[in-house]
């Protein structure tokens, strides 16, 4: 079991660019989160994704976006890159059930210059 | 609003001491607590979960945490130090109609030979 992968595990853009990032789930779950970790900081929760659908998003603007495929794997989308991006994302997977044990991916890094 | 406090930013041990890390939750239901370990450039490893029943929760690598509902906390402890348990340490709550999981910012462990 490759347990959550992610990719590219780092990134550099530009202000203003837009910027993909991807997770493979653990094989078996079926729901993706989404994390932003500053440096220094705890991870803060973007979204989660469960059923191709966006089940909950936390206070994070319209510029991060994402999708789930019916494979379950999913993307994360930002738009117009501030250079207040610059962090460590980390998707987490799990069951789609409240509190069960979610499964971090090693994430990726974004640097926006 | 859920919020979780780690009043140690950064914590130094000697190896083969006891450890104890700190976690106060804000949550308005019975909360679902978590700890996780992150090691330096990694995703982050689940230790130990509590969810309800037995107050004491054994987790991996030697980790135990204890819930005490009266003090809104649930405190990391681990009897004797090994220089591998260097890292930084996240406390979680989520639960109840809640999809997401809240963290504290963390507390640096260094461990002194």
């Known amino acids: 079991d490759a347990g959550v992968t992610q990719s590219p595990t780092h990134l550099i853009k530009t202000r203003g660019q837009q910027v993909t990032l991807r997770c493979s789930p653990k094989?078996?779950?079926?729901?993706v989160s989404w994390y932003q970790q500053a440096l220094g900081q705890g991870p803060q929760f973007i979204f989660q994704?469960?059923?191709?659908?966006?089940?909950q998003r936390g206070n994070f603007p319209d510029r991060f976006s994402g999708h789930q495929f019916p494979n379950y794997s999913s993307e994360l989308n930002v738009n117009a890159l501030l250079l207040g991006d610059s962090a460590l994302y980390l998707c987490?997977?799990?069951?789609?059930?409240?509190?069960?044990?979610?499964?971090f991916g090693q994430g990726t890094r974004l640097t926006v210059v | 609003a859920q919020s979780v406090t780690q009043p140690d930013i950064h914590i130094t041990v000697s190896e083969g001491a006891s450890l104890e890390l700190r976690c106060n939750y804000s949550?308005?239901?019975?909360?679902?607590l978590f700890w996780y370990v992150q090691s330096p450039g990694q995703g982050l490893q689940l230790l130990l979960k509590y969810f309800s029943g037995d107050t004491l929760v054994q987790g991996i690598k030697g980790f135990e945490a204890e819930f005490k509902r009266s003090q809104s906390s649930f405190n990391l402890r681990k009897p004797s130090v090994h220089w591998s348990d260097a890292a930084e340490y996240f406390c979680?709550?989520?639960?109840?109609?809640?999809?997401?999981?809240?963290f504290g910012k963390g507390t640096l462990l260094t461990v002194n030979p």
């Open positions: 949550y308005g239901a019975t909360p679902y």
């Open positions: 979680a709550v989520g639960g109840g109609s809640n999809y997401k999981l809240t």
């Open positions: 094989s078996g779950h079926d729901t």
């Open positions: 994704y469960y059923e191709e659908e966006e089940r």
């Open positions: 987490a997977s799990s069951f789609w059930q409240v509190g069960t044990e979610a499964f």
